[in-house]
């Protein structure tokens, strides 16, 4: 194992990461002499866990909560995605530096690409909630080609400096232009964590919306979110936030090892499995 090489990713708390799953699945599944572990850092430990990943002997890794804002100010070098979203997910490191990317508005955009491909035909799309989350899905948005983003946040305060990060054709709205703004959207992005704690009804009449209508979310425990039951439920295009989490990983594991994995249905069937044991 001299040569193998070593990924990770930390966060605070850890326990409940998959990403492990997901790499550790693709170095086995191509037969990569490599590791990936969790590392739990405390917000005060990160600046010195990242100065000290070489001499750890790491290639990268992922950065998940709450990390993600502090590592977008202190790598070296951000990717064009990172900078737009003002969070880092993957670090690596090149020629001595420390970088710091964001694949997750590429996990998004490569999983709707998969599960619903005429996403990319929308014109106009709500995006729900106005967190760090909603960012990246923002900025996904905006490099698709889609012309009118709308926000629709309860701190309609938050959603405002999301839309004014962006541009004109991102606007923000109170939940009171939910139900009008979805029935002349073609795409709807659940980022509010409604429902990930029980039983919540989504506030939105799936009825009137129209068929044709793409609805994703980003969470994926539960993997049928209020909202997705709510699209489902009155024959919507639908994902699930499993896909992102798949596709998001893609780029890292590339560039740490060197190889450029699939997202499977096998890979899928393998962290479906985890969180059907772990709940
Ligand atoms: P993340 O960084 O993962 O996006 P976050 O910053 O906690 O997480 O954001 C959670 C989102 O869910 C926010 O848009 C939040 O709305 P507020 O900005 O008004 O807090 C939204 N959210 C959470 N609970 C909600 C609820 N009960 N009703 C409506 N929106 C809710």
Request: glycine share 10%; proline share 4%; with cysteine.
């Amino acid at each position: 194992m001299a040569n193998a090489k070593k990924g990770f990713v930390c966060g605070h708390p850890i326990n409940h990461s998959r990403s492990p799953l997901i790499h550790n699945y693709w170095l086995k599944a191509y037969g990569i002499e490599g590791s990936y572990e969790k590392i739990d850092i405390a917000p005060d430990d990160f600046i010195k866990f990242c100065g000290s990943l070489a001499e750890q002997g790491f290639v990268g890794g992922n950065v998940t909560i709450p990390h993600k804002e502090l590592a977008f100010r202190s790598v070296e070098h951000l990717d064009d995605a990172a900078m737009a979203i003002g969070a880092v997910n993957t670090l690596w490191l090149e020629n001595d530096k420390l970088h710091g990317g964001n694949t997750d508005a590429y996990g998004f955009a490569a999983n709707l690409d998969d599960q619903i491909p005429q996403w990319i035909n929308a014109e106009s799309a709500v995006v729900f909630g106005a967190g760090g989350a909603s960012r990246a899905i923002v900025y996904a948005l905006i490099e698709a080609g889609i012309k009118k983003i709308n926000i629709i946040n309860r701190t309609i305060e938050r959603a405002q400096t999301l839309a004014s990060a962006f541009g004109p054709n991102v606007t923000a709205h109170g939940w009171d232009a939910a139900q009008e703004l979805s029935e002349t959207s073609e795409l709807l992005i659940n980022t509010t964590s409604l429902g990930m704690t029980g039983d919540a009804l989504f506030p939105l009449n799936f009825k009137t919306i129209r068929r044709e209508t793409c609805a994703a979310d980003i969470v994926y425990f539960p993997l049928m979110t209020p909202f997705l039951t709510g699209a489902a439920e009155n024959g919507l295009n639908y994902s699930d936030g499993l896909g992102m989490l798949l596709h998001q990983a893609v780029p890292g594991f590339e560039r740490w090892f060197g190889h450029r994995p699939e997202v499977t249905p096998a890979l899928r069937q393998h962290i479906l499995d985890d969180i059907g044991a772990n709940t």
